[in-house]
């Protein structure tokens, strides 16, 4: 249940840590075609500053995408696809269970095959509650090791490689073209992206070894997140992730910590690997540092308890719901954080019920007045709905709590010159 949120969550933070990292964002949303040969196209959709890719493979039998990016891009992408091949996929295939591939499955309506590991789909139906998916988004057709399809001339084989980014991760292997869409598995010169909650970060070195040592040596791997990699980009990053998750793990042992590792240069050591992704060096040991720490029994995820009270009861329900958790003698078992709100919040948006988004926004800040996404929520839902005056409020009020922050800072500037 956790993920839904994460992955959500996930996206918006990455957005907005990146956009701090730029200038200013290009022209939003927008698709970028890059054609790699007379069959293959690869599609590079933005949102804020941040992109992921997907790739269209054609011929006599039908159009094949692998991924479709996210929802808010789909309209577009698809614009894209029908103007470059006249026809909608017939089959969609998605390296993993995150909204930021799965997204737009939904826009080419019921027509197209979409086809999956098993347990993304499992994800899709009893974890990702919140986003409840039509069967138009759902995987139609499923598989737990290999499946291999013999479309337009080409062997295409679909090979799982699960465990590390998340429970449901294949790679796409175009025999013949020697090309392998690898989703978020194969990052080139980036630390890659991860969760306490799927997969684990710790298997990623033993993941890739094991994807290394399949791929042909003279392979095109198109990334999810990055440029192309070749073999020898695949060998260097494997080597990377080896290397700086056995350093987290003797550092840990020793029980050193993050100081241990700036003060030995570590970290600057392996900034170069910041080059094309989001996840700093500096978090990438952080991060991984806590999930060593964090061994103790899992917290009891409350999403799902939240989300049948607002089924039943509506909002009064979600609420009186939280209350009961929070008010609870073991609260400490329940996995309380600010992001329930946050991910809720953000559920009622989509279904353009602005009232009860507010409602939640608010009520999250009450509950978590020192968390900056409490504001962060709230200034987006208010610039969204052209409330600026509100919105400024709380840009002025998230400054104070987060003074170093440059999205809000950034925010401030924008706000102040729309009044
Ligand atoms: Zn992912």
Redesign the pocket.
């Known amino acids: 249940m956790k993920k839904v949120l994460l992955s959500l969550i996930v996206i918006i933070f990455i957005s907005s840590i990146y956009a701090e990292n730029k200038e200013k964002p290009k022209k939003l949303p927008r698709v970028e075609v890059h054609k790699i040969n007379d069959q293959f196209t690869k599609f590079t959709v933005f949102w804020s500053g941040y992109f992921v890719n997907a790739l269209a493979f054609d011929g006599p039998d039908g159009l094949v995408l692998v991924d479709t990016g996210i929802a808010d891009t789909g309209k577009e992408l698809k614009k894209k696809i029908l103007k470059l091949y006249k026809k909608s996929p017939k089959y969609i295939i998605n390296t ?1 269970e ?1 909204v ?2 799965t997204g737009a499955n939904n826009v080419f309506g019921m027509a197209p095959i979409i086809i999956s590991h098993k347990t993304m789909r499992k994800t899709m139906v009893e974890d990702f509650i919140l986003s409840e998916y039509g069967s138009d988004s759902l995987p139609d057709m499923c598989f737990e090791n290999e499946l291999v399809l013999h479309l337009n001339g080409e062997e295409i084989i679909l090979k799982s490689f699960t465990g590390s ?2 429970e449901s991760d294949i790679i796409v292997h175009f025999k013949n073209a020697k090309i392998i869409a690898t ?2 598995l194969v990052y080139k010169k980036a630390f890659p ?1 991860f969760s306490a909650y799927a997969g684990d970060v710790f298997k990623y070195g033993e993941i890739v070894s094991k994807l290394a040592k399949y791929c042909p040596k003279d392979v095109i791997l198109i990334n ?1 997140h990055t440029s192309d990699s070749n073999y020898n980009d695949l060998i260097d990053y494997k080597n990377m992730l080896i290397e700086t998750l056995a350093i987290t793990k003797k550092t840990f042992n020793n029980k050193e910590g993050m100081e241990y590792l700036k003060n030995k240069g570590i970290i600057e050591k392996w900034k170069k690997w910041e080059k094309e992704g989001y996840v700093r060096a500096n978090s990438w040991f952080k991060d991984n540092l806590d999930v060593l720490k964090n061994t103790g029994p899992k917290k009891i995820i409350i999403t799902r308890y939240l989300y049948n009270a607002l089924k039943k009861k509506g909002i009064k329900g979600f609420f009186s719901e939280y209350e009961k958790y929070k008010n609870s003698p073991d609260v400490k078992k329940y996995d309380m954080t600010y992001f329930e709100f946050g991910g809720f919040g953000d559920y009622f948006e989509r279904k353009k019920d602005f009232q009860a988004a507010e409602k939640i926004y608010l009520y999250g800040l009450k509950e978590y007045p020192k968390e900056k996404y409490a504001y962060f929520y709230l200034i987006k839902f208010y610039m969204n709905q052209n409330k600026n005056k509100l919105a400024l409020k709380y840009a002025k009020k998230m400054l104070i709590i987060a003074p170093e922050n440059k999205w809000v800072k950034r925010k401030l500037k924008e706000l102040k010159n729309m009044k």
């Open positions: 993993h995150h930021d591939h980014h998340t989703g978020d992206s999810g």
